[in-house]
């Protein structure tokens, strides 16, 4: 599709509330039908699945309303990846919804499925895995999504290869693709991802990896090799985290957004983006950014000034080599997480359940006049748990008016 038709399809119709004015530009799916007033984005394919993905896909954890689904689903926008965590399983109900009444086969839909057991710091089960549980888990996925199958079960907080490689848990999503609830399979790594690509890919098992992968990125060296490893093998990645938050700073200036998801897409070996877009502003001004992807050296210095004075800003790499630090045994990454959704994406809801997650009650850091914690990217950890602790004092239900 020509860049002038598709700039003038996104001022037409993103900066309005519905998909009325759509351009009659056509999408065919797989059974053969067309479906006019989609337009065709830019795609690679999606490793050994055979998909060919838009380089933008949404990452819905940020959605309140159906809205926006639609509207990407009818700028072009085919792939969407939700999780069981995100707003209880509120999320997925959601999503469901926005896709609804759409044809199947014209969409991608996915969603990550933790596992009871799985301690999210270690990266390893406390308890033996069991298959009914994770297969019943999966299938309560289904029932809130409102459909029969998803395109992508993926196991979340990969790290460790004896846990990718469990042998119950390969049972549990072979079986699910035996039922026919899923058509592939893959991971999900926030942290030790290198471990997690190599251990997946040798598998030969898991189709797809969803990775942390920004500008910021540490030992990029390492994590690229472990990508094209993964991609040589067979799998697709698709990159999240990819803003490394909007923002750089508690108070700061925006990052050039644009930039930062440019600069990975560089990366031929990554898939697609996995954007989380909570406005039609955000929708349009990532679709524009697929009109030319080569970084300009303004973009360039930009984010180049941003890592140097910025270091890690509010992104945490996830090493967890603060982990046997604290006394209190605390999930720091995932709180560190939590404060980036908080404050660097502005997404309430995402930073209060990432806390739930985390177990955190109170404030554990009152406690300690000094904190024995040296965070490797020069975090105060002190501070910025006391700080997002707070949250954690406002009731699940107030979450949705906020």
């Not at 069991?130 to 196991?155: P, Q, T």
């Not at 700061?252 to 406005?279: C, D, P, R």
Request: with cysteine; charged share 20%; aromatic share 8%.
């Amino acid at each position: 599709m020509k860049k002038n038709n598709r700039r003038d399809f996104l001022r037409k119709s993103l900066l309005g509330a519905s998909a009325a004015a759509l351009m009659p530009v056509t999408l065919r799916s797989k059974s053969g039908n067309n479906f006019s007033g989609i337009p065709e984005l830019p795609t690679r394919v999606m490793g050994r699945t055979g998909i060919r993905t838009p380089l933008l896909s949404f990452g819905t954890s940020g959605i309140n309303d159906t809205g926006l689904i639609k509207t990407a689903y009818h700028s072009g926008i085919k792939v969407f990846f939700s999780a069981t965590y995100y707003g209880e399983g509120n999320n997925e109900r959601i999503l469901g919804e926005g896709l609804r009444g759409l044809p199947r086969d014209s969409f991608i839909l996915g969603t990550a499925v933790p596992a009871d057991g799985l301690n999210t710091r270690s990266g390893l089960f406390t308890t033996p895995f069991d298959i009914n549980a994770y297969i019943k888990k999966a299938n309560a996925c289904l029932s809130r999504f409102g459909m029969d199958h998803v395109d992508f079960f993926l196991f979340p907080y990969a790290s460790k290869k004896e846990t990718i490689l469990n042998k119950n848990l390969l049972k549990a999503l072979e079986e699910l693709k035996i039922q026919g609830k899923t058509r592939f399979t893959g991971i999900a790594s926030h942290g030790g991802t290198e471990e997690a690509l190599k251990a997946a890919a040798d598998s030969g098992f898991y189709d797809i990896a969803m990775i942390s992968y920004n500008y910021k990125t540490a030992n990029k060296e390492a994590l690229d090799k472990a990508i094209e490893y993964a991609t040589k093998s067979g799998m697709g990645v698709v990159a999240m985290k990819t803003a490394s938050g909007v923002y750089n700073d508690k108070s700061g200036a925006a990052i050039n957004v644009t930039a930062a998801l440019k600069w990975v897409l560089q990366n031929e070996n990554i898939a697609s983006i996995v954007s989380g877009m909570t406005s039609i502003e955000q929708l349009q001004k990532n679709l524009a950014m697929l009109d030319n992807l080569k970084m300009t050296d303004q973009e360039k210095k930009e984010l180049g000034t941003a890592a140097i004075e910025n270091k890690f800003g509010l992104y945490c790499r996830q090493c967890s080599e603060c982990l046997p630090q604290c006394p209190h045994n605390l999930d720091i990454p995932t709180i560190m997480r939590s404060y980036m959704y908080a404050y660097g994406y502005r997404d309430m809801k995402k930073a209060w359940y990432t806390l739930a997650d985390a177990g955190l009650e109170g404030n554990p850091c009152s406690n300690c006049d000094i904190c024995n914690v040296r965070c490797s990217a020069g975090f105060d950890v002190k501070g910025k748990i006391s700080d997002i602790s707070r949250l954690r004092n406002i009731p699940e239900d107030f979450l949705y008016s906020i």
